[in-house]
């Protein structure tokens, strides 16, 4: 008999631990976000006050990526969407279909004032090759960008909870001094290099080339896998401009990256443009480049 009221109060015990949780949960905002790196945005200005979830999980590529049924359900309990804003995929793809799962959510458009980048585009069309250009959706990779970023995360965790806005103010002001010291960091890495130019696989880094006077040779141009002949001329270009690493993304493919770097006796160094961790991870690849760079 006392062992059977143990176990009741026991379970009586657990019922209230979880419904404390729940109650905890609920006092925070849940947040929404399409990549890792608006979630370190959005948890560095909402601290204690925000719950992040990401849509687009660790591995997985923005370009390609398709939510879980799971995850939509998630999104009804969202006060707040943050999405990127560049044209990205699984944006142009999804929003509308997110939205729908909860209209009552509020959207950030994390781009707002960001000028974008163009980007040049192949598309097959009838046997027929058309270039066009587009807008680079890879933003985030400038920490100039970032800082943008962040005010309009802040400006969206302050329209919907105005009563914390000192908090958010706070929160904010001492990311962006991170962010500016990150800035200056890798221009200072960066500064002395005469061979300015990387080859990647992905061409995620046309901000970060810009902002650091760099210049990207892209393998994969407009979202295809190179051709043979295409291969064999960036081999050429990378023995003219004495290139030595060619940079890849854990998203992708490295098979062609392997073949240039192979017939250059150089190596594939993996670089991540997705990372939650956004400042220790810029700083790690901007290292990496000077250390490859002459
Ligand atoms: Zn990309």
Redesign the pocket.
């Known amino acids: 008999m006392q062992r059977y009221i143990f176990f009741i109060l026991f379970i009586i015990l657990i019922f209230t631990i979880d419904c404390v949780q729940q109650e905890k949960e609920s006092d925070k905002i849940n947040v929404v976000v399409s990549i890792m790196p608006l979630a370190e945005f959005a948890e560095k200005v909402g601290r204690d006050k925000a719950s992040v979830s990401v849509m687009v999980p660790p591995g997985a ?3 390609t990526y398709e939510p879980t049924p799971g995850q939509l359900v998630k999104l009804s309990k969202a006060k707040l969407y943050i999405k990127v804003g560049s044209p ?1 995929e699984f944006e142009l793809v999804w929003l509308d279909r997110i939205l729908s799962a909860n209209k009552d959510i509020f959207i950030i458009d994390a781009s707002y004032g960001i000028e974008f980048m163009n980007v040049v585009y192949k598309h097959h069309h009838e046997q027929n090759e058309h270039y066009y250009i587009g807008d680079d ?2 933003i985030w990779l400038s920490p100039k960008n970032a800082k943008i970023m962040v005010e309009n995360i802040y400006n969206g965790f302050v329209s919907i909870d105005p009563d914390n806005k000192e908090y958010y103010s706070e929160n904010k002001r001492s990311y962006l001094r991170e962010l500016d010291e990150l800035d200056l960091e890798i221009e200072i890495l960066l500064a002395d290099k005469i061979n300015r130019r990387f080859m990647v696989y ?3 880094w046309a901000y970060f080339a810009r902002d650091y006077n760099l210049e990207q040779i892209p393998i994969e141009k407009g979202g295809k896998e190179p051709t043979a002949r295409s291969i064999q001329f960036l081999i050429e270009q990378a023995r003219i401009q004495n290139i030595r690493v060619i940079f890849a ?1 854990p ?1 992708f493919n490295t098979e062609s990256a392997e073949v240039i770097a192979r017939e250059i006796k150089g190596q594939v160094v993996l670089i991540d ?1 997705l990372q939650k961790d956004y400042i220790t991870n810029m700083k790690k690849i901007a290292r990496v480049l000077s250390e490859v760079m002459e």
């Open positions: 590529s923005p370009h990205i959706p890879h992905h061409p995620s993304s998203q443009p």
